[in-house]
T-cell receptor, first 111, second 113 residues
Framework: EDKVVQSPLSLVVHEGDTVTLNCSYEVTNFRSLLWYKQEKKAPTFLFMLTSSGIEKKSGRLSSILDKKELFSILNITATQTGDSAVYLCAVERTGNTPLVFGKGTRLSVIA | DGGITQSPKYLFRKEGQNVTLSCEQNLNHDAMYWYRQDPGQGLRLIYYSQIVNDFQKGDIAEGYSVSREKKESFPLTVTSAQKNPTAFYLC????????????FGSGTRLTVV
């Protein structure tokens, strides 16, 4: 059975800290790995990763994929209270099948 | 503006009643999906449809039903057979062959009392 495991499930940090969120996966026919941020309602897209070792960056957020070890990390530097959200990791498979989501990491950033 | 609309945003129903959640998209996307989200559970797939008049069960389809009579619409009915229907329901759509960049609706929070 295909699965995506995120850790930790929840995390509380102070503003200015750097955090690393983890996502490991075991799926057949891997195509890409995606990260989403969910604040209140609709998840918003952050990154899509298809190749190992190539860092994707957007402001203070960055992510990288390791296809050999089957995991990805999402880094957030200099965290702000606006980073408080649930971060979802999902894996896309070939064959036009739905994304498989992890349980998410709930990040709380306190002032 | 193109997008995906879920309605209503909040829904209260008495136990034993069926209820239908609406999902409409004007993105011309082929595929549509329904997910359920509970605290600490991430998104779990209920049903999905890749083309009109066809749909497949997801991981937690029991107690739910769907239809896909039009490309734009993918309503979800929560039946009385669903044992624990109180949850947050998300609808999404995607271009058929690649699911990257799912477009999500804003969700419906269903509370059964």
């Amino acid at each position: 059975e295909d699965k995506v495991v995120q850790s930790p499930l929840s995390l509380v940090v102070h503003e200015g800290d750097t955090v690393t969120l983890n996502c490991s996966y075991e799926v057949t026919n891997f195509r890409s790995l995606l990260w989403y941020k969910q604040e209140k309602k609709a998840p918003t897209f952050l990154f899509m990763l298809t190749s190992s070792g190539i860092e994707k960056k957007s402001g203070r957020l960055s992510s990288i994929l390791d296809k050999k070890e089957l995991f990805s990390i999402l880094n957030i530097t200099a965290t702000q209270t606006g980073d408080s959200a649930v971060y979802l990791c999902a894996v896309e498979r070939t064959g036009n099948t739905p994304l498989v989501f992890g349980k998410g990491t709930r990040l709380s950033v306190i002032a | 503006d193109g997008g995906i609309t879920q309605s209503p945003k909040y829904l209260f129903r008495k136990e034993g009643q069926n209820v239908t959640l609406s999902c409409e998209q004007n993105l011309n996307h082929d595929a549509m999906y329904w997910y359920r989200q509970d605290p600490g559970q991430g998104l779990r797939l209920i049903y999905y449809s890749q083309i009109v008049n066809d749909f497949q069960k997801g991981d937690i389809a029991e107690g739910y039903s769907v239809s896909r009579e039009k490309k734009e619409s993918f309503p979800l009915t929560v039946t009385s057979a669903q044992k624990n229907p109180t949850a947050f329901y998300l609808c999404a759509s995607s271009i058929g062959d690649r699911v990257f960049g799912y477009t999500f609706g804003s969700g419906t929070r269903l509370t059964v009392v």
